[in-house]
């Protein structure tokens, strides 16, 4: 089973950028659908992007990659197999991209991994703050 650790958080100003990081252990990204999501409390938790780090080439894994569209231009899902890690580089940040930010993996075949899937593991989380 793998384990999930993200960091990167912090505050930031209206307009500015973040980069998250999500370090995985015991298994290998390039194994599971992995996914970024949200949550604000009392809220209903948000898909943010999700992506297929097994695929190599950059115009098929785009075709798995997905994102949601309240980010979509300004979020980018990217990962880094020999460091085992998954980034999410946030530009042009709102107010509403306030939240506890989470890294998320599932496993099954490519096309099951999109925004509305289940996914079975989970990292602790890492606050986000824009204002």
């Known amino acids: 089973h793998v384990q999930l650790v993200e960091s990167g958080g912090g505050s930031v100003q209206v307009g500015g950028s973040l980069r998250l990081s999500c370090v995985a252990s015991g298994d290998t990204i390039s194994r599971y659908c992995m996914g970024w999501f949200r949550q604000i409390p009392d809220k209903e938790r948000e898909g943010v992007a999700t992506?297929?780090?097994?695929?190599?080439?950059?115009?098929?894994?785009?075709?798995?990659?997905n994102y949601a569209d309240s980010v979509k231009g300004r979020f980018t899902v990217s990962h880094d197999n020999a460091k085992n890690t998954l980034y999410l580089q946030m530009d042009s940040l709102k107010p509403e991209d306030t939240a506890t930010y989470y890294c998320a993996a599932r496993t099954g075949h490519r096309l099951s991994c999109h925004l509305g899937a289940d996914f079975g593991y989970w990292g602790q989380g890492t606050q986000v703050t824009v204002s």
């Open positions: 992506t297929y780090t097994g695929v190599y080439t950059d115009d098929v894994r785009a075709r798995f990659t």
